[in-house]
């Protein structure tokens, strides 16, 4: 399947990880407690963040970690207690949905795998030696962003503003006067 | 020594089992969790040809801080919801929220 594949540290380690994150998904999809399926998420959250690294994408696997393993995951288990802790899973009832979902997903898949792997495009040719080479990641991140992508930079921050207050008013408690 | 193609077929994987389960799941939070994934393949995706592809830049990594930036608006909001529905309707199956349904 991968023909040519030369065994060196960074390929071990990608196999390992990518074990690690589709083990995380499919314990996701299996799991019968939904506080288990929130801790598997965070497996995968950590996961991704390893990929980022061998991505050489040093300042957004920190990212990943502080805001998805650390900040969604908690919150998605405080969302989990307060609504009912211990529910479990339904059993799926029998009808044409699911049947119809597992036959969409694995068509769309069967496409994109096939696109990757058969369709015979060629994909760039991974060089040795990295493009970044003797760079700041982070460095080179900040100089982007405060330069070339300052207007979005900033529409973002409104963005996150605007969904924080948003937020709390969803979830505030109206008053009964 | 790595490929593009690893990568994208991880991505994919990822994506298809994020897509099943917020096609299938029945908790709210689950499904919600779910988009995240599928969210997190197409980051993959995105870091992969910016080191990658024919013109690697920073650009990609860029783009990825952008859509991690919305995603955790995304889940905040969502999650903000899911309380007010909670309190309202008792609930948190996807299934009871029928209100809209046509």
Redesign the interface.
Known sequence: M?SG??I?G??VA?FLI?LF??AC??M??SMKK?IY??IS?GG??IG?AA??I????D??AF??VL??AG??TI??LF??M???HD?L??P?VITA??VW??L???G??LI??WV??FSGIK????T?D???QGQD?VK??GE??FSQ?VI?FEL?SV??IV??V??????N?EEKN | ??????????G??????????A?????I??V???V??ML?AV??NL??F?????T?S??G??F???V???A??????G??????L??NRNT??VRDQDLMKW
């Open positions: 991968f594949l030369v060196t960074q390929t990608f990518a994150l589709i998904g499919v996701l999809l939904v399926m929130a998420i995968v959250f991704a990929v980022y061998l991505l050489e994408a300042f957004l990212a990943q805001v998805y900040a969604i919150m998605l969302a989990i307060l609504t009912k529910e899973e339904r799926a949905h699911p979902s597992v969409g997903t694995a769309l898949g994109v795998l990757v792997k994909w760039p040719q991974a040795a990295s493009p970044f990641n080179m991140i982007s962003l992508y979005p973002v963005v996150l969904a924080l948003g937020a709390i008013t969803l979830a408690k | 020594m790595l490929s593009v193609e690893q990568f994208l077929t991880l994919a994987i990822l994506f298809c089992i994020g897509l099943f389960g096609l299938t799941k029945r908790n939070i689950i919600l969790v779910s995240e994934l997190t980051n993959i870091l992969t910016a080191r990658f592809g024919l690697p920073i650009n990594q860029i990825t801080l952008f991690m930036t919305i955790a608006a995304e889940v905040a909001v999650l903000a919801i899911l309380i007010a909670y309190r948190s199956d």
